[in-house]
């Protein structure tokens, strides 16, 4: 049973929007935080953004201002809401939860940005 489902990937056009789900089981989902990951090809996985239990938020540099995480806890699920999308965004975007002293992944959606 998958305890991390991301959904929500596809192809969009540069300057366009898109919205990544995650739901979690709830023993994760109610550990100390959530958040998005992304990895290219051949590159490191890399922060996307983050949100605590407490709704506290963080962003990589380079999607301050584009991206947003939020969490609905009546339903398990983190959201990452992507707009004015870039070419550069491209990659397969992961879910991850920190529960339990340990780091928990999702199979990964992946997000196609086209010129």
């Known amino acids: 049973q998958a305890q991390l489902v991301e959904s929500g990937g596809g192809l969009v056009q540069a300057g366009g929007s898109l919205r990544l789900s995650c739901a979690a089981s709830?023993?994760?989902?109610?550990?100390?935080?959530m958040a998005w990951y992304r990895q290219a090809p051949g590159e490191q996985r890399d922060l996307v953004a983050r949100?605590?239990?407490?709704?506290?938020?963080n962003y990589a540099d380079s999607v301050k201002g584009r991206f947003t995480i939020s969490r609905d806890n009546a339903k398990n699920t983190v959201y990452l809401q992507m707009s004015s999308l870039k070419p550069e965004d491209t990659a397969v975007y992961y879910c991850?939860?920190?529960?339990?002293?340990?780091?928990?992944w999702g199979k990964g959606t992946l997000v196609t940005v086209s010129s």
């Open positions: 991850k939860g920190e529960a339990y002293g340990f780091g928990y």
């Open positions: 949100i605590t239990s407490g709704g506290s938020t």
């Open positions: 709830g023993n994760i989902f109610r550990g100390d935080a």
